[in-house]
């Protein structure tokens, strides 16, 4: 059986949603589509003002399609916890 599902990969958007979601737009990711996959490669937080935008957004995406890799921001901010 053939793989249909496209994967989009990003990584460092350190809390800045409106960028995140403009590249995702511009690479042709759709929220809607089950076949795409968003990849995060780490630092998904930290300097941006919009880590409640970027939460909410990759959390509104079905757990089966969005990939969280923890990058060294999120090994400083467990590390401060």
């Given amino acids: ?4 599902n496209k994967y989009f990969v990003v990584s460092d958007i350190h809390g800045f949603a409106t960028e995140l979601k403009t590249g995702l737009k ?3 990711f759709q929220k809607t589509n089950k076949n795409h996959i ?5 630092d998904i937080f ?3 003002s919009q880590a409640i ?3 909410t957004y ?5 757990k089966n399609r969005r990939i969280l890799v923890k990058g060294n921001h ?3 901010f ?4």
């Fill in 74 to 76: 999120e090994e400083l």
């Fill in 26 to 28: 511009k690479a042709g």
């Fill in 78 to 81: 467990l590390e401060l916890l």
């Fill in 46 to 48: 930290d300097r941006g």
């Fill in 53 to 55: 935008e970027v939460y």
């Fill in 1 to 4: 059986m053939e793989n249909k």
């Fill in 38 to 42: 968003l990849i995060i490669c780490g």
């Fill in 58 to 62: 990759i959390n509104s995406l079905p």
